[in-house]
Structure formats: C-alpha cells, structure tokens
C-alpha cells in the first residue's frame, strides 16, 4: 500500500479506537463503583455475564470502562510522543553531526538501553502514581522510536536536490526545515510509530498491575488481574476476563497493521 494511503487508514484506525473508547463505557449493564457485597465473588451469570469481584462489582462493567481508559491513554500518549520524536528527530538530523546530535544520540541509546517499565516505574515511584502521571511518562519516554526515524529520514532528505535548491536561494535554515524536509518526513515516523501501539498498551496495563497507573476504585484491565490472581482458583474470571480483553486488543491491532502493509 501507498504511504499515504496507510497514512490515512492508520489515522482513521486511531480515530476509530478513540471513538469506541469514548462511547463504549456507556454499553455498561451495572455501574462499574457500586459494591454489593451480597452477590461478591459470583459466577459468570445472565445477572452478571462475567461474574462480579471481592466487592460485588460488575466485572463486565469494570472492563469495558478499563479498556476504555487504556485506549484513551495509549492513543494519546501515542500521539504525543510521536509528536515530540518528530520534532526532536527533525532538529538532531538537521544538525547531523554537531554536538546537538551527538547529545540526541546518547540520551536514545541511554533510553533503549534500559527497558521502558522499569524507567517509567523508576520515574512514578518519585512522581506518584496516577492515570495522568502514567500518560505524561508514556509520551515522554516512547518518543525515542519515531525520533530515530524522522532523524534518518531528514539526514537523507536534507541532500536531495530542492533542499540544497531552497538552502541556495537563501531561506532560514528553521524554515528549509519545517516547510521542505519535515513534510517529507513525517509520513515514515507516522507509520513507524503505530506499530508501538501494543507495546504502549501493555505498558499502560503493566502500570496499572504494579499500582502505579490509575488508582482504586477506577478499574484499569492491569490492576483487576492483579486482583484477580489473588482469587485465580476460587473465581477464576476476575483474572480471566481482564487478561482476555488484554489480549484480544494487542492481537486485533497487531493483526490490522500486519494486513494494511500487505496490501
């Protein structure tokens, strides 16, 4: 498939996905708070489908308002990291070989050489836990990928012959970058950029699982199979039906970007 026109299918995808993260909490048949002790640890039923937690809680309920939260939360930070990668990519490639790339290049290195749960766990155990510190910690480490990209991306568009045209004819360097290079650019990051979708997705529910994304009563998928392994013999679904969702949701994205570059 054309660049552009995976461009355009990836961005509608995005959209597509926020959209149902959206909307989907309301598809809810309980309130996904609401404690009744009385019907705690029941079995998967027609009154509750996926059977209810510790506290009597709607697990069907309870998931679909966490999955909510994680697609919202993975998208975003998704989005914002690529735009921050963009950016820093586009000023390191740019300056290729002074030392504002060799400083780019060390903090990447730095970055992919430690793995990206424990940074950002490192990070929240001084920040504090939180859906918003969780997203903010997202951007600013899963930028690094996309950056690397439109950093090569620029080294190899900076040479062709309108850049070195527009460089003749006397325009800033600021503006050379912007408005002729950057364009060219941000189409591979983009592309690039979608297929850490899952990994930010897993991310999101791996701090939700350690107890540092977003915090009790909210459910996140990752802190209800954390509660749920504590339960795994005696009412199986509490881990179950979170770790499935999980998991169907990596599988479907892994699968539309697999199809969409066949094509």
């Not at 009385?38 to 009154?47: E, F, H, Y």
């Not at 997202?138 to 850049?163: C, D, F, N, Q």
């Amino acid at each position: 498939m054309h660049k552009g026109r995976l461009t355009i299918k990836i961005g509608i995808f995005l959209s597509v996905l926020l959209l149902i993260s959206i909307f989907i909490p309301y598809l809810s048949p309980q309130n996904p708070l609401e404690i009744n002790l009385d019907t705690k640890l029941m079995s998967p039923s027609l009154q509750h489908l996926w059977g209810t937690d510790e506290l009597g809680r709607d697990i069907l309920s309870r998931v679909l308002n966490g999955f909510s939260t994680t697609i919202r939360v993975s998208v975003l930070a998704l989005l914002a990291s690529l735009v921050i990668g963009i950016c820093l990519g586009g000023i390191a490639g740019y300056l290729y070989g002074t030392w504002v790339d060799w400083v780019f290049n060390w903090i990447v290195s730095l970055i992919f050489s430690l793995p990206f749960l424990l940074i950002m766990a490192s990070i929240m155990s001084i920040t504090g836990p939180g859906i918003v510190n969780a997203y903010i910690i997202l951007s600013l480490i899963m930028w690094v990928g996309p950056a690397r990209i439109t950093r090569a991306e620029v080294i190899k568009t900076k040479s062709l012959g309108y850049v070195v045209t527009a460089r003749a004819y006397g325009y800033p360097g600021w503006r050379i970058l912007l408005l002729t290079i950057m364009p060219a650019t941000v189409e591979s990051a983009s592309i690039f950029s979608i297929s850490y979708l899952p990994e930010i997705i897993g991310l999101e529910a791996g701090l939700s699982f350690l107890g540092l994304g977003i915090q009790p009563p909210y459910p996140g998928l990752g802190k209800m199979i954390f509660d749920g392994l504590n339960y795994i013999y005696s009412a199986w679904w509490m881990a179950f039906f979170p770790a499935m969702t999980l998991f169907l949701m990596v599988m479907l994205i892994n699968l539309f970007m697999a199809s969409s570059k066949r094509k």
